[in-house]
């Protein structure tokens, strides 16, 4: 495991070890909800999306051209910016949830996005835990277990996702403390 990959999480005077995709804990979650809805009020688009317990990620551009009343409806039918920790960026929404069992697939089908009901997979969208992989896989799709962004995403946007999931916990820290936001850069 390489040392920029490891963060470092004291709990209970027990100082753990983790990568740091596995050691956010509520304090920084909060943390990055706020740098999200202040982002999100000001009209910047994020990119990448942050990764939540379960989420599921919808092609935008699937969105537009197959759901039933199109961005704007999707945006009011799942609360865009809403008091939730949905998103979007440039090419993506993203829903969360606790688990992955709690999405509408049937919905999303109704609505006009495909979905192999059989098969239990869609060109359209993708579900991941945070803590596991995707249910199927989309070649449109990718991630660092920190934050999921479209393959056609703007190069620089990808790599200050890679380079902030590769701080540890403890530079995380120090930049909050600085009032530095550090997931603010993603715009």
Not at 5 to 26: D, E, M, Q, R, V
Not at 84 to 96: G, P
Request: negative net charge; contains cysteine; charged residues 25%.
């Amino acid at each position: 495991m390489n040392f920029n990959s490891i963060g470092y999480l004291s709990c209970a005077c027990i100082l753990i070890k983790a990568p740091i995709t596995h050691c956010f804990n509520n304090k920084f979650n909060k943390l990055f909800q706020k740098t999200i809805i202040e982002i999100n009020i000001t009209g910047h688009k994020i990119m990448p999306v942050y990764i939540h317990l379960a989420n599921l990620f919808i092609k935008k551009s699937a969105v537009e051209n197959k759901y039933e009343g199109g961005i704007v409806k999707f945006r009011e039918d799942f609360f865009i910016s809403g008091d939730n920790y949905n998103q979007e960026d440039n090419e993506l929404f993203s829903i969360a949830k606790m688990n992955t069992d709690e999405f509408d697939l049937d919905y999303l089908f109704s609505k006009g996005l495909d979905y192999e009901v059989n098969l239990h997979t869609s060109i359209d969208f993708t579900i991941k835990s945070r803590y596991g992989d995707y249910e199927w896989r989309c070649d449109w799709i990718n991630d660092n277990n920190l934050f999921a962004w479209h393959i056609n995403a703007n190069a620089n946007l990808i790599a200050k996702a890679i380079a902030l999931g590769n701080l540890t916990m403890d530079k995380i820290e120090e930049m909050f403390k600085k009032k530095e936001k550090p997931f603010a850069t993603i715009v």
